[in-house]
């Protein structure tokens, strides 16, 4: 099995949508940093599981200096950007996303037969 990690740093900001009082549902920003893993059984005709390159594209063009609100289909906590990192990058079993120092989210997807 073959792994890469790229970690990507963004800055962006957004809003939560809650059920409850809370300052998080005031526009504010972060500066994230989105730590992503994928895996590979198999090396591509390039010999990558997937090129750098292109899990930057994939993050970094769509959600640096965005208002993420504006630029994601769901409520942006960290969980589900997590979650869409999964599924925005090939070959993404599992993703970081860091708003704050003390504050980390991880999504570990659960499907292990869709590995190439």
């Avoid at 996303?97 to 570990?108: D, H, L």
Wanted: charged share 25%.
């Amino acid at each position: 099995m073959y792994y890469i990690k790229k970690t990507i740093e963004i800055s962006a900001c957004h809003r939560l949508c809650l059920s409850y009082e809370s300052k998080c549902t005031n526009m504010h920003g972060h500066n994230w940093i989105i730590t992503v893993y994928c895996r590979a059984r198999k090396l591509n005709a390039d010999g990558m599981v997937v090129d750098f390159t292109e899990v930057k594209r994939r993050i970094q063009n769509v959600l640096d200096h965005a208002n993420l609100n504006d630029v994601l289909p769901f409520n942006p906590t960290a969980e589900n950007i997590a979650r869409w990192v999964t599924e925005t990058v090939p070959c993404c079993y599992k993703a970081m996303v860091q708003e704050t120092e003390g504050n980390v989210a991880m999504y570990v997807a659960d499907d292990t037969e869709d590995i190439l």
